[in-house]
T-cell receptor, first 115, second 115 residues
Framework: DAGVTQSPTHLIKTRGQQVTLRCSPKSGHDTVSWYQQALGQGPQFIFQ???????QRGNFPDRFSGHQFPNYSSELNVNALLLGDSALYLC??????????????FGSGTQLSVL | AQTVTQSQPEMSVQEAETVTLSCTYDTSESDYYLFWYKQPPSRQMILVIRQEAYKQQNATENRFSVNFQKAAKSFSLKISDSQLGDAAMYFC????????????FGTGTRLTVIP
């Protein structure tokens, strides 16, 4: 059973560019959450998708947007990249139903470097 | 707002010895979940142990156990018989009650295991 997979593993962009990161959830999971982990920090919640809708959002600007597809996979898009967007981006999947939503499984992340 | 504090940026332990990692949190909720995650150099967040706030009994998973003090809002992790493979970043995390999947993470503790 494949766990949470993320692509690409590493990415280098320049300021002002746009980037798309991808995530495939663990088999059977219907909810995808994205986190940003800056160097030396704990991950911070960006947003969560369920049934192709953004369900919750953390304190991130509108430059950060996402999408969930009918197969539950998800994309994270960041526009107008800033140097401060350099970080590890983690995807986590789970089931939304009560009693299971605390069981999050994480991918290995995409390391984004903005030059 | 929920905050999670890990006051030990780095800890070290001799192989086969016991080490305790500290975590405090702030919340006005009475029902929540607390977690310890391990992040090795592979970057994937791996769940070590989970505690439901309504349970008085401290969670245990093999060599890992917690000391959950709800009134003091303290949640420490004890690793017994430390192994070289335990070396990693350890993050304490808080999850709001059912229906909200956004984890709040601390800043992490880097654990070194000395052979």
């Amino acid at each position: 059973d494949a766990g949470v997979t993320q692509s690409p593993t590493h990415l280098i962009k320049t300021r002002g560019q746009q980037v798309t990161l991808r995530c495939s959830p663990k088999s059977g999971h219907d909810t995808v959450s994205w986190y940003q982990q800056a160097l030396g920090q704990g991950p911070q919640f960006i947003f969560q998708y369920y049934e192709e809708e953004e369900r919750q959002r953390g304190n991130f600007p509108d430059r950060f947007s996402g999408h969930q597809f009918p197969n539950y996979s998800s994309e994270l898009n960041v526009n107008a990249l800033l140097l401060g967007d350099s970080a590890l981006y983690l995807c986590a999947s789970s089931l939304l139903q009560p009693g299971t939503n605390e069981k999050l499984f994480f991918g290995s992340g995409t390391q984004l470097s903005v030059l | 707002a929920q905050t999670v504090t890990q006051s030990q940026p780095e800890m070290s332990v001799q192989e086969a010895e016991t080490v305790t990692l500290s975590c405090t949190y702030d919340t006005s909720e009475s029902d929540y979940y607390l977690f310890w995650y391990k992040q090795p150099p592979s970057r994937q967040m791996i769940l070590v142990i989970r505690q439901e706030a309504y349970k008085q009994q401290n969670a245990t998973e093999n060599r890992f156990s917690v000391n959950f003090q709800k009134a003091a809002k303290s949640f420490s992790l004890k690793i017994s018989d430390s192994q070289l493979g335990d070396a990693a970043m350890y993050f304490c995390a808080y999850l709001r009650p059912a229906g909200a999947n956004n984890l709040f993470f601390g800043t992490g503790t880097r654990l070194t295991v000395i052979p």
